[in-house]
Nanobody, 128 residues
Framework: QVQLVESGGGLVQAGGSLRLSCVAS????????VGWFRQAPGKEREFVAG???????????DYADSVKGRFFMFRDNSKNTVLLQMNSLKPDDTAVYYC??????????????????WGKGTLVTVSS
């Protein structure tokens, strides 16, 4: 079992930055693929960024096209934590952001159905 708790959401003006944090329970956090997803009002939940464990000491990091070059994901296994640094925020980035995890031992496709554990989410609002 993995429990995930997100924090760091809030209200920011367009062009600003926020850093989201996701802290996970469990002693084997390092072998889990962990991703960030978001869900805007009236829209489906979508992938934002994620890190996949490749079975060795390397992690793949993937980003949705809509956030490439603006969002950056970091992982600290010693603290069971992943961070999402969000820069140059746009009103379209407004959503509830969720942290999710799964164990697969390989690169994840990052579909919502691929994930086994979810946090409760943190709201990010970007004003124009």
């Amino acid at each position: 079992q993995v429990q995930l708790v997100e924090s760091g959401g809030g209200l920011v003006q367009a062009g600003g930055s926020l850093r989201l944090s996701c802290v996970a329970s469990g002693r084997t956090f390092s072998v889990y693929n962990v991703g960030w997803f978001r869900q805007a009002p009236g829209k489906e939940r979508e992938f934002v960024a994620g890190t996949s464990w490749n079975g060795g000491s390397t992690y793949y990091t993937d980003y949705a096209d809509s956030v490439k070059g603006r969002f950056f994901m970091f992982r600290d296994n010693s603290k069971n934590t992943v961070l999402l640094q969000m820069n140059s925020l746009k009103p379209d980035d407004t959503a509830v952001y969720y942290c999710a995890a799964t164990y697969s031992g390989t690169r994840t496709n990052w579909g919502t159905n691929d994930m086994d554990y979810w946090g409760k989410g943190t709201l990010v609002t970007v004003s124009s």
